[in-house]
């Protein structure tokens, strides 16, 4: 089994909690065991694809690119499937089977599929998927708002579960490094300063499609941040003409976040986000955008038939969808990454590098994936 090896001069603590993060962040199991080298695919590949070949009296290299690619793709999603029920059979893995059915699954409703959803693994793919095979809902309404969907979570939770487990099932996981990092510079604009609220954008762009108000992303995500990590003053709420000290509970006024925007002059780093990040695990609150796929997708109660990766996620999509008879569109693939473990670790690095040039404990942290 892979070994999560950390090299530390001389900061421990730093080190420890990207480490924690890193884990907790996977899903439940080693990410590179779930996925298997490039190496041991290809050797595996090599031997299905002469057996099927000769099984067939079909000499070796006539086997078409195209079937060597399928045989491919169905050896990862197999050894992947494999390996999560490895790990069920021998860990007792909690989750939230209610948050996932209302929040995270959603369904291909005519051809008996569900496909479990997390924050920085391809939602945005599967959301476009789903609604152009279900038609809809249209794009400025958000994917919950699917009818069928919600009269089928309607009915008794035992019928549900039980339609569910019937279905066949997708997931989708992505290299936790690459998804804190993705997490990162969606959520705290890549370690700038926070954009600023532009109204007549925003409502441009919500006529267009769904989405987050910057006053929600100020309240969710920009203050607990900057509270965790010590950046707002005691006399702040003052300043800005509140009466009582800002309460990350309370959602304000657009108004109250314009002007907590110009004294605080927003801006979290990596370093300063992984501790934020860290914390929300202690607290049990950590957000969708770096929550365990374990919480809400429960792999060990699910049993997902096709997990898929966002690394590899064209040729999984097309070879599922041509699995489950669902209409494909392969192109439809956004944000979609193509790197090895070593420039993964290479991009982790120089990103802490380069947020916080000054900050000791950044500068210490070497972190490798064997």
């Excluded at 893995?93 to 599929?113: S, V």
């Excluded at 997708?297 to 489950?324: G, N, Q």
């Excluded at 420039?343 to 982790?348: D, Q, S």
């Amino acid at each position: 089994m892979s070994l999560l090896r950390r090299v530390i001069q001389p900061y421990t603590s730093c080190c420890v909690f990207i480490a924690l993060i890193i884990i907790l962040l996977g899903l439940f199991v080693n990410y590179e065991n779930i996925g298997k080298s490039s190496s041991e695919f290809s050797k595996n590949e090599k031997h299905e694809n002469m057996t099927i070949d000769q099984s067939e009296g079909v000499v070796g290299s006539s086997i078409t690119e195209e079937k060597k690619e399928e045989n491919a793709v169905a050896y990862r999603l197999r050894a992947r499937k494999e390996k999560v029920l490895e790990v069920c059979r021998s860990k007792n893995i909690p989750c939230q089977i209610k948050t996932g059915l209302e929040r995270r699954i959603f369904y291909f409703h005519r051809y008996n599929t569900s496909v479990c959803t997390l924050a920085k693994s391809a939602s945005s793919t599967w959301r476009t998927h789903l609604r152009r095979v279900n038609k809809g809902p249209p794009l400025k309404e958000n994917i919950r708002k699917d009818k069928v969907r919600a009269a089928f979570l309607q009915r008794p939770v035992e019928a549900v579960l039980s339609d569910v487990k019937s279905f066949s099932k997708i997931i989708t996981v992505r290299h936790p490094l690459t998804r804190l990092v993705s997490a990162f510079r969606n959520v705290y604009n890549n370690g700038r300063l926070m954009n600023q609220y532009r109204h007549s954008a925003e409502v441009k762009e919500h006529e267009r499609r769904d989405g987050m108000y910057w006053h929600d992303r100020f309240h969710r995500f920009w203050i607990p941040a900057l509270l965790a990590n010590n950046m707002v003053p005691p006399d702040t709420h003052l300043k800005v003409g509140l009466k009582a000290p800002i309460d990350p509970t309370v959602l304000y006024s657009t108004e109250v976040y314009e002007k907590l925007h110009h004294v605080l002059k927003p801006k979290v780093t990596f370093v300063l986000f992984l501790k934020f990040a860290l914390k929300t695990y202690e607290e049990g609150t950590a957000d969708d955008h770096w929550k365990p796929y374990y919480e809400d997708c429960c792999p060990c109660y699910f049993d997902y038939d096709y997990i898929t990766k966002v690394e590899t996620l064209s040729e999984d999509l097309e070879y599922v969808f041509k699995k489950l008879g669902i209409p494909s569109n392969p192109q439809i693939s956004k944000n979609q990454i193509r790197k090895s473990v070593d420039e993964i670790n290479a991009g982790f690095e120089k990103l802490l590098h380069e947020q916080a040039p000054s900050d000791p404990s950044s500068s210490s942290i070497r972190i490798a994936v064997d």
